[in-house]
């Protein structure tokens, strides 16, 4: 029997892992996480003292120091059965790494003693070699090594009865050049920190800190196992190449906010109490759009341990649902024709006074600072979309960004109406130089007209890339298997250089002589102006939108090898440099690494298509085909006239066309990717492959296949049907 129907047949008995009692979440929230809380019970008062101020200001622990506290996080370990630990880290290769080590050692003389200094916390030596480094390490360093980040609290994975202790790190090598998304991350953030108190002082003197928030919403698949088993492209790519679209699709949308399947719920109520052990702070969780789509989302968090957080999640689900007989797929479209996922970055910044600067104030004053943090984040956007573009650019993003049903490729800002109108009056006044009392009627203005917003939950606008919801932006273009840290990284980064220039319009407006409310609304006038074509209240999906921002002069740049070309121009290796995130070279670097990832990707999408094509599409269409000629020469011989299997006849044919279609495009396609391979230049190469490969036979081989699925015998089709993976559970 085919792999298909047996996968089919153990559907039904594959209740999976039982789902997990119902301990209360406070009872197991951080139960796997060293705390600071943990850290006051298990550290003396010197080594708590020496963390918790570095977490707080980011000050350097000490050797000495560092030794107490990993013996205290050791102990820690060792009374929740830890055996082992492990660096880790966040390589450009997308996923998590990790190298265990025992605490196990042997003395000098022989003896076994359990041990972790500070040493082994601080600093370890992966095998930096087989992680991408885009030619870094063959032009400066061969090695890499990780280092403690102290901002984000070790945590223990549990995978079966083996439980191992993991120190966040970054990941650098020994001539001080990034290899990993945090180091860069961490830098953003700081940079942000920076520019963002030092405007936040024009309102309130008593802050000092200003830290980035961010709450993802992690959109995914769940599918049965056995039949992910059975579908080779699933496995290797995370996507089909193939597949037939089901009578039912999402047309009725009745998936949407439906009640969840149970062995579904299952499994999430089982991966969400594995979160709340590691402090990952899930909040909701419902069915997307697709049939078989679901979302999760945590209370936001600062981004560095948000980050973090849906790194590990990743891992979490991924092996949970192992257990579920299910696999997660966080590929951005795994199925043609039905809605893609993404991972929306809800993006705001909050000061150490307790303040959300993207929150409307309750007085006027708090207002003119909400509006400069607001307008500063509109003008950043406007000023480096394209450096947004490029952050999100990968090859299974490409599938959304453009196609119905995702934001498009073209960088746009949403504010909804009342603060369109706000901004519309900031700007109207753009001739009349601000005096006190156009402030005095501005701020109550804006007094008046903002406060409305809060109540006003259905100006929502969910075709935007960047829309600002009444608190917060949210980031809506990011890919659901991206690391955020990509797209936090330029967030953050245009944040504080847009701020940093702000700050200088300011200051030297009020050195002309100017009060400084005045300059401020001045500064705030002009950004409006400068960047209002970047805002965009209507639908983005609609055609109307792409030509009209054609006109406007916006970038609707569709491809990742292009759109990546913004990450090393001279004004983003400025950009970057400036503010201390990314030297020319990580930055020529990284763009190296993204061109081979998404040649590599789509390399392997081709390579799966041509398997399947010939082992799997063209055998049974030419059994199907046997089969027909058998009952055509059958019923000839019987002597029967031509009309009784003229409709047989009809079927040879069709079949015999989809087959040579099938047959020859994959063989054309296999030389336009030896061409494509024998190009040197990376990015003509990556080009070449969008191009010469992808944009010219996937859709096409696709085509034919997907029409013999139709016509070919149910029973002799090897690969699940999309009716079989979506529906059934
Ligand atoms: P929705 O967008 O579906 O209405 P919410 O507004 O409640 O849902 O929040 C969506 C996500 O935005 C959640 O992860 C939430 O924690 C996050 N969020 C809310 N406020 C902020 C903030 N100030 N900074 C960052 N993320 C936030
Ligand atoms: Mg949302």
Redesign the pocket.
Known sequence: MSLRFDAIGGITNETGAPAPSGAKITGIFNEHVFTLKIAREFLSDEAYKSLATSIRGGKKIDRIVASQIASGIRAWAESKGVTHFTHWFQPLTGTTAEKHDSFFTLKSDGTAIEEFDGAALIQQEPDASSFPSGGLRATFEARGYTAWDPSSPPFIIEIGKGKTLCVPTIFVSYTGESLDYKAPLLKALEALNKSAVEVCNYFDKNITKVTA?????QEYFVIDESLVNARPDLVQCGRTVFGAAPAKGQQLEDHYFGSIPERVYAFMRDYEQEAYKLGIPL??RHNEVAPAQFEC????EEVNIAVDHNTLLMDVMTRVAKRHKLVVLLHEKPFAGINGSGK?N???M?TDTGV?L??PGKTPKTNLMFLTFFVNTIKAVHDHADILRAAIASAPNDHRLGANEAPPAIISVFVGQYLAKVLADVESRVNTKFDEQDEAILKLDLHRSIPELMLD?TDRNRTSPFAF????F?FRAVGSSANCAISMTVVNTIMADTLKKFKADVDALIEKGDKKEIAIMQVIQKYIVESKKVLFEGDGYSDEWHHEAERRGLPNLKTTPVALDAMITDKAKKLFEANGVYSHTELEARHEIELEKYIKKVQIEARIMGDLAINHILPAAIKYQNELLTNVNGLKAAGLPESAYKSQLTLVTEVSEHIQQVHDKVHEMVEARKVANNIENTRTKAIAYESQVKAKYFDDIRYHVDKLEHLVDDDMWTLPKYREMLFLR
């Not at 928030?213 to 919403?217: C, H, K, Q, R």
């Not at 989302?297 to 936001?300: K, L």
């Not at 919801?469 to 917060?472: A, C, E, H, I, V």
């Open positions: 928030t961010l709450g993802w919403e909040r909701t989302a945590p209370i936001f929306h809800n993006w705001s909050a959300n993207l929150a939950n919801t009444g608190n917060k949210e």
